[in-house]
T-cell receptor, first 114, second 114 residues
Framework: GENVEQHPSTLSVQEGDSAVIKCTYS??????FPWYKQELGKRPQLIID?????GEKKDQRIAVTLNKTAKHFSLHITETQPEDSAVYFCAAVHGSSNTGKLIFGQGTTLQVKP | GAGVSQSPSNKVTEKGKDVELRCDPISGHTALYWYRQSLGQGLEFLIYFQGNSAPDKSGLPSDRFSAERTGGSVSTLTIQRTQQEDSAVYLC????????????FGDGTRLSIL
């Protein structure tokens, strides 16, 4: 079945620096890749998503890149701020089923030090 | 426009008891998903409903787990004869359609089995 690997598991950066989180997926049929931010005790919040017909998408300080050949995608956060501290999850839709079933990575705990 | 609503927010019960968790999706959303998040882990897909189609139950971990969706709106996840390993946060999400549409999560139900 589909598997999504996410690295690193923890990431600590200084305020103002950039942060990069990487994910790989196994199902070449996957065609939708969302990223969620989850603060402690809160619901996961969708922050950006990308479809397989594009290679990059940007929204202010957040960008996602997708390499379909290598089956990996990455989240880039620039000019990090303390409020960016949270757990970030990547996910890939199970492409062959067309149900929208998401397979999640294990999460990255991002700490932004002021 | 209210978001996805889940109840109860917390549930503590004794091993062996049955529990029911409720999810009220965003109005007009036809797709509804249940996920489970164990402590410090990613989200695990459980079940998916889309309109009047047969649900995708491929993620349910055992026959003690079942779910229904009445009238295409509210969904109930039932766990019979609860075990300690069922302790987790149960998250519900909805989207306007299946496949490539963003999924929006509720706050979850934190289930603790004593």
């Amino acid at each position: 079945g589909e598997n999504v690997e996410q690295h690193p598991s923890t990431l600590s950066v200084q305020e103002g620096d950039s942060a990069v989180i990487k994910c790989t997926y196994s199902d070449s049929a996957s065609n939708y890749f969302p990223w969620y931010k989850q603060e402690l005790g809160k619901r996961p919040q969708l922050i950006i998503d990308i479809r397989s017909n594009v290679g990059e998408k940007k929204d202010q300080r957040i960008a996602v890149t997708l390499n379909k050949t290598a089956k990996h995608f990455s989240l880039h956060i620039t000019e990090t701020q303390p409020e960016d501290s949270a757990v970030y999850f990547c996910a890939a839709v199970h492409g062959s089923s067309n149900t929208g079933k998401l397979i999640f990575g294990q999460g990255t705990t991002l700490q932004v030090k002021p | 426009g209210a978001g996805v609503s889940q109840s109860p927010s917390n549930k503590v019960t004794e091993k062996g008891k049955d529990v029911e968790l409720r999810c009220d999706p965003i109005s007009g959303h036809t797709a509804l998903y249940w996920y489970r998040q164990s402590l410090g882990q990613g989200l695990e897909f459980l079940i998916y409903f889309q309109g009047n189609s047969a649900p995708d139950k491929s993620g349910l971990p055992s026959d003690r787990f079942s779910a229904e969706r009445t009238g295409g709106s509210v969904s109930t996840l039932t766990i019979q004869r609860t075990q300690q390993e069922d302790s987790a946060v149960y998250l519900c999400a909805s989207s306007s359609d299946r496949g490539l549409k963003p999924q929006h999560f509720g706050d979850g139900t934190r289930l603790s089995i004593l």
